[in-house]
């Protein structure tokens, strides 16, 4: 594919009756999650990447090069901005096999750009036994995954995913999702991500940004946009219905030791280092851990006996209160880490937390996201 | 053979009549698709009088309709007379008028069937085609118009179907001439008029009914064929 990363510069406008979406962003990052609530803009932003819809005004360039300027009225049609498209429904084409669906861009793609190569992406996706197939005898992740091999073969610059997973069951969701780390790492091909599920974005992303009614309310690197509260509280399951999560904090981790005495592996986070039970990976790996608020205990003295394995010290650097029973507090360690802790009210004033006081973080559950299960902590 | 239960009379009539079906059909095609996708697919000023004066020939006598023609497209008529003038075309008492007559009145069932065919594709299922690469005519030509076949050929047979039972029309615009204007429908009418013409007449429906078998079976066959080949249905 391309040399170095691809660089997408997105300005645009576009008011409707009820409501503008006005945005600035660029990106050369692998996977970029584009993430909000219902109706905060997100399809029309990428709909206008793809050249589907037209922004009032604005400039979207990829590497320099211009699909749209308001001001000189450059506005490519969708079919020669070679960006690929991958809808919530798959919209396969009914009347061609599965094996004619992913040849059917193929016709228009110029020779010198192609770097799509069908055995390796049927390969990638798994698809070689439903090449026959009429789309009709697929399910619904056959499609899916069809539906992101025929975007591929176009060889596009940028790859637009609309909540590709929306329509899946959990399970499904799971099966696919390794698919789209395969396109990201092997391909090395951008891939813009439209979600509002905090798992899918968590294990997938290394850039997020959050729109909010047509504005971009939060952008920049995963950990630090998704341990922000104020963004938190917009992933609440009030906000999203399915695919909200709770408060939690996201973490970059490496193997430091895959297997010591106890069975168990120690991962470091920064210069602090977690043990979880013993996982099947190398040292050196990176993974990344999501620790929910409400699997973080506090403790103002080191506990002396006590089952949990994991205790950090830190000090309380943010203390909100979200409903009237519980309190979330930002800790933050030695190393200078960020962990959220969700108590009860009453827990915070018997203890006396306030801003600056010393606490220990007591994790009494890591999930690993990157693949593999959730390990609980073994007390 | 043909003309050993056929008089000649009667063998002109039936070619005749199938020449002027086919042409009528053939003719619109393009214009039915056109006004159907139109219909179903666009929001423009005046779309409902046009869907009405579409469907006009439907509601109105066949008489009147072959009236207008006749003002329309008569030597001295508003279009006839250009045609005339611009390329030496007349339509007027030939079969290439019955040919529009007939054309004409099946014109609304040949849009309502494709109309209602396109409003059955997914527009969305075009758009994704347009990422892939496929220009507006690419799109159409691999996308749409494989998907309203079967349509297609719904509305083919019924075009065809009414145009070879056209009478009113034809016979007010370009009346009845041997050869020219005296399909199967007129030549019955004829015979019926003539004393002694019972005979010839009985015959002459018997063959409008197998004509109308075979038309509706060759088009369940067509339609078969596609949506096998599009759904891989049994």
């Keep these: 594919m391309s040399e170095g990363n691809t660089h997408i510069a997105v300005t645009l406008r ?24 219902s109706g905060a803009g997100k399809t029309t932003l990428i709909n206008c990447l793809a050249g589907l819809e037209r922004p009032d005004s604005g400039a979207i360039t990829i590497n320099g090069a211009t699909l749209f300027d308001g001001t000189t009225g450059t506005d490519m049609p969708p079919e020669t901005r070679r960006i690929g498209y991958v809808f919530q429904d798959a919209r396969l084409f009914p009347h061609f096999s599965v094996e004619e669906n992913m040849r059917f861009g193929l016709p228009y793609v110029p020779e010198s750009d192609a770097w799509a190569d069908f055995d390796q992406i049927v390969d990638l996706l798994g698809i070689g036994a439903l090449l026959d197939r009429a789309p009709h005898q697929l399910s619904g992740g056959e499609k899916q995954r069809v539906a992101i091999g025929r975007a591929l073969m176009t060889s596009p610059r940028v790859l637009l995913m609309d909540e590709p997973l929306a329509n899946l069951d959990p399970a499904r969701r799971m099966d696919i999702m390794p698919f789209i780390e395969h396109i990201r790492d092997a391909l090395k091909l951008p891939i813009i991500y439209v979600s509002h599920n905090v798992d899918e974005i968590v294990r997938l992303a290394d850039h997020v940004v959050i729109l909010d009614q047509g504005k971009i309310s939060a952008h920049g690197p995963l950990t630090d946009v998704l341990n922000r509260l104020e963004v938190q509280s917009a992933f609440r399951p009030a906000a999203f219905g399915d695919g909200g999560a709770d408060l939690g904090t996201v973490l970059e981790a490496r193997v430091q030791e895959p297997d010591d005495a106890h069975h168990l592996t120690a991962l470091s986070v920064g210069d602090d280092v977690l043990y979880v039970p013993r996982m099947d990976v190398t040292k050196g790996q990176n993974l990344r851990l999501r620790i ?8 103002l003295e080191k506990p002396a006996q ?18 009237p029973a519980h309190m979330d507090v930002k800790v933050t360690t030695a190393h200078r880490q960020i962990l959220w802790a969700r108590i009860t ?23 690993i996201e990157s693949g593999l299960p959730t390990v609980r902590d073994g007390s | 053979m043909m ?5 000649p009379l009667e063998t002109e009539a039936l070619l005749l009549s199938l020449k002027v079906a086919l042409w009528a059909v053939l003719v619109s095609t393009p214009f039915a698709i056109g006004f159907a996708w139109l219909l179903a697919r666009k929001e ?56 529009v007559a007939a054309g004409v009145m099946g014109f609304p069932l040949f849009v309502r069937a494709l109309r209602l065919s396109i409003e059955a594709i997914d527009p969305r299922v075009e758009t994704a085609a347009r990422t892939l690469g496929a220009s507006p005519f690419e799109t159409f030509r691999r996308i749409t118009f494989p998907l309203l076949l079967p349509g297609l050929v719904t509305g083919l047979l ?16 370009v009346a009845n001439i041997p050869g020219q204007t005296r399909t199967l429908p007129v030549a019955i009418y004829t015979a019926l008029q003539s004393p002694g013409g019972d005979d010839m007449a009985l015959r002459m429906v018997v063959l409008s009914v197998l004509l109308a078998i075979a038309a509706l079976a060759a088009s369940e066959v067509a339609t078969k064929m596609i949506r096998k080949r599009i759904y891989g249905e049994p």
Excluded: C
């Design chain 1, 292 to 299: 929910a608020a409400r699997d973080v205990a506090l403790a």
């Design chain 2, 44 to 99: 423009f000023w005046g779309k409902t009088a046009l869907n009405g004066l579409i469907h006009l020939p439907l509601f109105l006598p066949p008489v009147v309709v072959g009236y207008v023609l006749l003002v329309m497209f008569g030597r001295n008529g508003v279009i006839g007379a250009g045609l005339y003038d611009l390329f030496g075309v007349t339509l007027a008492f030939n079969w290439k008028g019955a040919a």
């Design chain 2, 3 to 7: 003309g050993s239960w056929l008089t």
């Design chain 1, 345 to 367: 009210q009453r827990s915070a004033h018997d203890l006396g937390l306030a801003k600056g006081v010393p606490v220990y973080a007591l994790i009494k559950s890591v999930a």
């Design chain 2, 158 to 173: 019924l075009a065809f179907a009414r145009a070879l039972g056209e009478f009113g029309a034809t016979i007010t615009f």
């Design chain 1, 14 to 37: 576009k008011s409707f009756a009820d409501f503008t979406l006005d945005v600035a962003f660029d990106s050369t990052s692998a996977l970029t999650a584009l993430f909000g609530p």
């Design chain 1, 306 to 323: 006590a089952s949990i394995l994991n205790v950090l010290d830190g000090t309380v650097s943010e203390l909100v209160q979200n409903d």
